[in-house]
């Protein structure tokens, strides 16, 4: 289960946000998609957490929007982590128009426990 964290700029508008709310789910999850955690498309509640954020005051960011996904470190996932996250910003360019943002991608060595 990927978590995603938009930090975004005071200009950007809200349909852009919107837009990115609707895509980034599906888009990280084909980015992350691995033998150990299989997509298969259907995304269920908790499959993909987001969180937006603007930025504050006394934050500092040369981008309008840099988006942080964070999932499970496996080693299928790792050994082409670069390739998935230059993909990944690729398709987010696509999808939203976007141009002056960046993707970072995170695999620590971690857990996740959910309830039904």
Not at 5 to 34: D, M, N
């Amino acid at each position: 289960m990927p978590l995603v964290e938009i930090t975004y700029a005071p200009h950007v508008a809200e349909t852009t946000l919107r837009e990115l709310g609707s895509v980034l789910p599906h888009l990280v999850s084909q980015a992350v998609e691995c033998p150990e955690e299989p997509y298969d498309g259907n995304l269920q509640p908790g499959d993909v957490e987001m969180r937006f954020r603007g930025l504050g005051p006394l934050d500092r960011c040369g981008l309008d929007v840099v988006i942080e996904v964070r999932s499970k470190w496996f080693e299928s996932r790792a050994v082409n982590r670069q390739e998935r996250v230059d993909r990944l910003h690729e398709s987010i360019g696509a999808a939203t128009g976007l141009l002056d943002f960046g993707v970072y991608l995170s695999l620590p060595v971690a857990a996740w426990s959910q309830g039904d």
